[in-house]
């Protein structure tokens, strides 16, 4: 959505899980108090799924 007040975008993906594709890895807490970056990529192929930036943690 691109209007007078900034842009919002969102995503959605589907996926399928087999036997043998394992558990979830481990758990990591982390604390953001500032802006910050982010990015999704997949890891064989390197490629940039998402990029992201959140100005205010807190909302």
């Known amino acids: 959505v691109v209007d007078e007040k900034g ?6 993906t589907g996926i399928v899980v087999g036997e043998g594709d394992g558990g979830p890895g ?4 982390i ?3 500032r802006p910050f970056v982010l990015a999704i ?3 064989p192929t390197g490629t940039l799924l998402f990029f992201g ?3 205010d ?3």
Do not use: M, Q
């Open 26 to 29: 481990p758990e990591y807490s």
């Open 7 to 12: 842009t919002t975008a969102s995503a959605a």
């Open 41 to 43: 990529r997949d890891e």
């Open 57 to 59: 943690p807190s909302k």
């Open 31 to 33: 604390r953001v108090d």
């Open 53 to 55: 930036r959140v100005l």
